[in-house]
């Protein structure tokens, strides 16, 4: 009996290790975007000749309308765009890495982790390459607008797993429909430690 019990408790369990998808967002989750790309980006600008406050300005206005892509920024003020591999140099930005949550997803393995990053899709897609981490997800998933049909389709086709979707922000994922997913859970990052509650 007792036996049998712990089997259940075990076949359990194992199901529920098995069963499970984890989309994770890129910037400010995987990417320490905010605290070291960005100072890294506004640095290498500065020493080009602008002010951090003029290229903050032009982001923002690009940002608040269309798709940022950082070679536009270059054109804009008139500077090389050899400055682009500058910038993006993965020999740099690959020390720009969440290292405590790429060793979770290296332990849940390829073929259940997802990224699904919000902003210009060639900016976003060529950082995530450079930054060396793209061959550990099974898809790579870059939106402009809201990420609730990106999440849907995944719920969908894991519709008996369960899906963990980890963002630092909630607008990208207002509104979800959560009747058409009703295996997500949500997971607002602030840099919690996520060791005990999706690995
Ligand atoms: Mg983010």
């Given amino acids: ?5 712990w089997l259940n408790v075990s076949i359990k369990l194992s199901i529920r290790f098995i ?18 790309f960005k100072p890294h980006m506004y640095d290498i600008l500065e020493k080009a000749g602008v002010p951090k406050d003029a290229a903050q300005a032009y982001y923002r206005q690009i940002r608040a309308v269309n798709e940022f892509w950082l070679k536009d920024l270059l054109r804009h003020f ?7 591999e500058k910038i993006v140099d993965k020999d740099v930005i690959k020390n720009f890495i969440n ?3 790429i ?6 393995g ?5 990224i699904l990053t919000h902003g210009g899709e060639k900016f976003q897609l060529d950082k995530i390459e450079k930054s060396g981490i793209a061959p550990l997800f099974a898809d790579v998933i870059a939106v402009f607008g809201k990420k609730n049909d990106s999440i849907e389709k995944i719920c969908a086709t894991h519709r008996d797993e369960e899906v963990f979707f ?3 922000r909630i607008e990208h994922s207002k509104d979800l ?11 607002l990052y602030t840099g919690q430690d996520l060791r005990n509650i999706i690995s």
């Fill in 99 to 101: 290292h405590e949550l």
């Fill in 166 to 168: 980890i963002d630092d």
């Fill in 177 to 187: 429909n959560t009747i058409k997913c009703p295996n997500l859970k949500t997971i």
């Fill in 1 to 5: 009996m007792i036996l049998k019990n």
């Fill in 19 to 36: 069963f499970m998808k984890y989309i994770f967002d890129f910037d400010d989750v995987l990417f320490n975007n905010t605290v070291q």
């Fill in 110 to 114: 390829k073929e259940n982790c997802f």
């Fill in 103 to 108: 060793a979770i997803v290296k332990k849940l």
């Fill in 78 to 84: 008139s500077l090389n765009e050899d400055l682009y």
